[in-house]
């Protein structure tokens, strides 16, 4: 297995990866967002290769925080079929490596249930969990509201 940030000679397979990650993502959506992370140097992505077959990506962005810049993974998949093989975390380690050498030393991350493999595999990388959220939505309506 080959871990390799991505190129524009990539954008076929990366935008591939993303739309397994999020099914409802457009194609072109999803290139336009590629080739803009591709000149954005707070923002990187690696995909990893088996037997040159793109088997899983991971997307990382830095942010500026009130007293330090911090990472953030954006993104995270592998292939069904190859998952729990080690593929997950060695991207997360190529990630880390990229925001280390930028001096980043916090990384975040989200999830939701959606995602029912991520909790244990962010613990397995070595992630904490520091806060949950809930998100409430209101329907107004127009006779009760006024
Ligand atoms: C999360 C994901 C990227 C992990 O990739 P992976 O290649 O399977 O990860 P790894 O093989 O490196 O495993 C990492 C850890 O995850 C856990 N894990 C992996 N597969 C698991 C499974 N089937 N059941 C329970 N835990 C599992 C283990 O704790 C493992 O650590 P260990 O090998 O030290 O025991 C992958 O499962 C995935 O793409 N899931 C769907 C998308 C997703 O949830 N993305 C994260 C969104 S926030």
Redesign the pocket.
Known sequence: MDIRAVETTDLDAWVTLRQ??WTDLERDTGLDECRAILVNTNEVAFI?WQDDRPV?L?EGQIYRGDDELYGH?E??????E???????????SALSSWFLHRHIRTVF????P?????P??????GFEEVDRIIIYRQRLNADRNR
Request: hydrophobic share 45%; proline share 3%; glycine share 14%.
């Open positions: 397994a990650l990893a899983g991971i993974v993104g995270w998949y592998v292939a069904d190859v998952r729990g093989r080690g593929v997950g975390k060695a991207l997360m991350s989200d999830t939701n959606s995602y029912p493999l991520s244990a595999a962010h613990e397995a990388a």
